[in-house]
């Protein structure tokens, strides 16, 4: 399976927080393509898990699925309505762009349009446009009479390439999770993995991380792993830096178990995989500080895809990263299934 | 139903001191229901058996927000600290009710820059509550540290709209309350959930439904209405427009799929209905969505006027199709 | 009684790395109570079989304590860190440090004739560790990313007054083994089968107390912590939380919950019965694992009673001797004595 179509079309697809419905079949597909041994079902508030094998170890893979968006709060006139953010929406990234609204009768074209420079002020110049001042124009496509308070939209835009097998496109948070899952499953058919591995696609992570709390507690695995994205962006002194196409990056810190950790980064070393290490001292921002504490507990790891442009219409990531990261994680499921059943002594 | 609502909202009940209103509720709904029990968090329980296969739950909480007495001071003064939102401006002219001693609020300012610098920015460390004695001594036998108090305003009637304290959310109780004693032939087994502790961290909904096998979560909490004077330009609902289905707000996002069921069942049975996104508050259903594997979950909201103020306003007919919404989904297959 | 507060308070250990404290800990209950456990996020369960097993109680006090992660090693050698649990950046300017509780490390402050404006915060973005490495490479030998930091601190005691880094929340924990102590010694049995446990992680969003409830499955439990004062000049009094000297803290509301009303009256109750001076804590801010308890599963009521510590959170905390142990003496009565809970019982 080509990563470069996989990411590709994982973002364009639609799936704005509660729509994730939108984006699963696509990756039931992709599943299905790489063996259709797997059970494919929907559990707790709607999250999709493929299982795959059965027995010990018990691994899941969580990625989230959903990506942040806009969604009409209210209706103006028969032209203009105005919106809220669904998750963290910087407002100044939806200045100038199209946006694309799901109806019950199809696609609906917006646009968010700005002042022109010659009618500004001077002194509004420096002002930052606010939800308050944001506002889509329906002209494009027949007024405000067929869409109503309620109906969520994203930015209206098709993932390129760049040089230096870089990627950008919408959704790259978390689609990029996903497009790992989905590798490392590909990866997995070559191995003699022989335990069962679960891939937890989650709804809701951008409001409160729900979706992952409800599938760690109905999943019990024995090791967790969640991937997500991370800041390629230079970060403040205190904290080590991420470059993308340096590899993925390993967490450690208080949500994170330790052997997990351990293991992960073993499994980098051993199979001459490039990786990053972050070290977070509280909250990771990321499901896996839920889920670790679900139940009883539950070893958890992070492993995240460095990207740039996080949060915007705009995000850039290196193919090379989403391989490595799903070979990692490949490799750590076999690795732990080998441990498990006494062959591997480590 | 007006009775009903004047007698539940004018109850005193913070968050945490919830037994007037529970004690209240049983009574009213005891005869009508198959079980009923406490928690240990206080949360009220109770169940009408259906044979659908499927269980929905309705919430509503019994808390109201309020103050505590942190410090007596000399002079047989009170400060107090917010349990709940509190806007410090509410309080200024409002009366409260000490668990029966009734309390006015102060502005402290030893300097007139230092009042006027105050009555600008006013917060609960500026302020003080004066319940009408003349020594610590006394004012601990009156409110010792630790008191709780609620706004003291009553109800008022007005027909078509209804006025009192705490409509935030006896007035989900209250409609909870009618469609229990309405309720007849449901085909899902309804659980409803008067919980507690709401205003301080949606505490009591997060365990509510730990012994019980929910498929789909409905709280019953108020909203904003947005239909006075130049009032917040970016969101859409009004009284008289009907019980909102709620698509978001800061705590949750709705299940589409609940959304979905909630609106064709109003349309299937004429009930009117407004979709309503809220850009700030939370309710309950953000409990239930971490329920143990998560259930799908939505609010319906009442449209109201002034919440967290000592008089919230509500369209009565809101509240009687808010309950006949209820009793409709209660026979709405899944 | 308070034999093991010098030495809790001087190990070192963050949230999630409670490591050495738990082991101290272990040690010191081995063969004194029915069963040890250590579950996956670290917390150390103690159970004690009671006199009346129909009911679960548990004792929760935290072993995590503030302090600081490895978040960064610079081309200089330096290191760069983030605080784990809140630590206000001006307690830390030119302080004392140990990297995972054995090497020396300062916090370099610029020189006041070199620094322009004395009156800026250092925040944690400048701040940089120094222990003596001259070179990353230097530094990656001895230090890794994500490794401990603490305060670097050794306990006083002098009249009735202690001081020391870490009583939140080592006096907790101090006080839960004089009662392991006092039960083993005097051959008895708490009330209800009782559940000692040494959380983990609450520094960082009460983290660990919620997975070893799970286990549990307590009907009520008692959270142990120590808790702010506030009562210094800068400070008017009716802003304090709390005063040191006044004896042991009992919480009606803190941040995310307000304490179930009998649980409330039973421990203020019992202290009235043990003639204990007490005080409530008087500002709602600030949580405690009892906020998580809540939450967790079917809803678990606890109450909260706390020694009163000033500077909390900063590499020097103050506690009153006479504080701790009547707070030892109130914890201990509502552990062992099933009369203090018969009220309790009876609105269940």
Known sequence: MDTKDLIKNLSNSFGVTSFENCTFPLIEQFLLEINQDIKLEKIGIGNLVATYGQGNPKIAFFAHVDEIGIVISNIIDDTFA?????????????????????????????????????????????????????????????????????????????????????????????RAGVAVLIKSFEYLQNLKFDGQLMLSFNKGEEVGLVGAKGAAEYLQPDYAVVVDVTFGERLPENVESFKIGEGPVITIGAPINRCVYDDLVKTAKDNNIKYQIEAVPSRSGTETDIVQIVGQGIKTGLVSVPILNMHSPSEVVNINDIDRAAKLLAMFALNMSLKTKGSLNV | MKELIKNITELYGPSGREHKVREFIKKEINDYVDEIKVDKLGNLIAIKKGSSGKTVLFDAH???????????????????????????????????????????????????????????NLSLDNIYVDIGVSSKEEAEKHAPIGTFGVFADGFVDYGEYCLSKAMDDRIGCATLIEAIKQMKNNHHTVIFAFTVQEEVGLVGAFVSAYDYDVDRAIAIDVTDSLDTPKALKRMSMKLGDGPCIKIKDLASVSDREVVDWIKDTAVNNNIKYQLEVLTLGGTNAAGYQRTKSGIPSCTISIPTRYIHSPHEMVCYSDVENTVELILALSKSYF | MRKYLKDLTELSGISSREEKVREYIKSQVEGKVNNITIDNLGNLICFVKGKDSSKKMMVDAHMDEVGFMVTKINDDGTLGISPVGGVDPRVIKSQRLKIEGVLNAVVNSTPIHLDKDIKRVVKYEEIKVYAGFSSKEEASKKVNLGDMVTFDTTYVEEGNYALSKAFDDRVGCSIMLDIIDYIYENKLQPAFDTYFNFATQEEVGLRGTGVAAARIKPDFALVLEGTTAGDNPENPPEKWATHIGNGPVITFMHSGLVIKKEMF????????????????????????????????????????????????????????????????SLVKELVTNNERWVNYERAH
């Not at chain 2, 309020?66 to 007596?72: A, C, F, L, P």
């Open chain 1, 82 to 174: 105005r919106i809220e953010a669904v998750g963290g929406v910087d407002p100044r990234t939806l200045v100038g762009k199209r946006v694309c609204f799901r109806t019950e009768n199809g696609e609906k074209l917006g646009v968010i349009g700005f002042l022109a420079p010659h009618l500004q002020k001077p002194e509004d110049k420096d002002k930052s446009p606010s939800f308050d001042e944001l506002f889509v124009d329906f002209s494009v496509s027949g007024g405000t009479k067929d869409i109503n308070v309620g109906d969520i939209g994203v930015i209206n835009v098709e993932a390129k390439d760049l040089e230096n097998d870089q990627i950008v496109g919408k959704a790259i948070d978390n």
């Open chain 2, 62 to 120: 019994m808390d109201e927000i309020g103050v505590v007495v942190t410090h007596i001071i000399d002079g047989g003064f009170l400060k107090i600290e917010q349990v709940g939102g509190q806007y410090p401006f509410n309080l200024v002219g409002a009366r409260l009710n000490f668990n029966g001693r009734i309390g006015v609020v102060g502005i402290e300012g030893e300097t007139e820059r230092e009042l006027k610098e105050n009555y600008r």
């Open chain 3, 265 to 328: 009256e039973t421990i203020v109750n019992a202290a009235k019965a043990l003639n204990i001076k007490f005080q409530y804590k008087m500002r709602t801010a600030g949580g405690t694992n009892a906020a998580k308890l809540a939450k967790t599963m079917y809803g678990i009521p606890a109450g909260v009673i706390s020694v009163p510590c000033r500077y909390i959170h900063s590499p020097l905390a103050i506690l009153n001797i006479d504080d701790y142990n009547n707070t030892y």
